[in-house]
């Protein structure tokens, strides 16, 4: 059998791509080095010229899955043309951020045996997403409109209990649950920002203007 030559970052990528399949369809715990290199045709030392490890893929599809997210929240952080809350709503709208594109990502990360793809997507979201939403909270005291003493803290510490506490997948909590969290979660980025009440409803728009004030 002939084998194709292909350029290094083609073939790294097609190993990417190929894995990410196999974790989608099989589950990451059950897929094996063997198993990728056989589904791709090549020699096992063509893929640890690439990869290191099992391991090592995972964050390579870590990094493909978060930087379009990463790259929509810088854009809107470096528009000159909005002001902090702006950019907030763009963000924050919903409690989402980022678009549709990783949904499949998202639902094999929530299953059992792809936990430590999941935890590794969380931890280098709040590692390498804070620091842009840290630049939008120093915008926003400098505007008068938040008044945190120390954005990218604050932030990790933010988004470290959203990405965890409001993840579906772990805690099965009932809907109805889940809407009061988020109520609280609003309440509690408004503190923290040192922002008006009421400021972040748009992270609710069902109760957007509803505030609770007892």
Known sequence: MVRITKAPEERRLEIIETAERLFRET???KVSVEMIIREIGVAKGTFYHYFGSKDEILGAIVDR????LLEQAAAVADDTSLDAMA??????SGARIGDES????????HLPENRELHELT???????????L??????????????????LETVQFLLTGAQFLLDGGLFRFAPEETRIQRQVAQRIIEQA???APGSF???????EGDQDHD
């Open 87 to 92: 950019k907030m709503r763009l963000l924050l």
């Open 122 to 132: 969380n931890i280098q979201t709040v590692l390498r997403l804070s620091p842009i």
């Open 65 to 68: 899955a978060l930087g379009q």
């Open 201 to 207: 409803g748009f992270m609710n728009p069902d109760n």
């Open 27 to 29: 589950g990451y715990a």
């Open 102 to 109: 990783n949904d499949a990502l998202a639902q094999m990360m």
């Open 193 to 195: 920002f040192g922002a």
């Open 134 to 151: 840290a630049r939008i909270v120093t915008q926003g005291t400098r505007e008068g409109v938040f008044a945190a003493e120390h954005p």
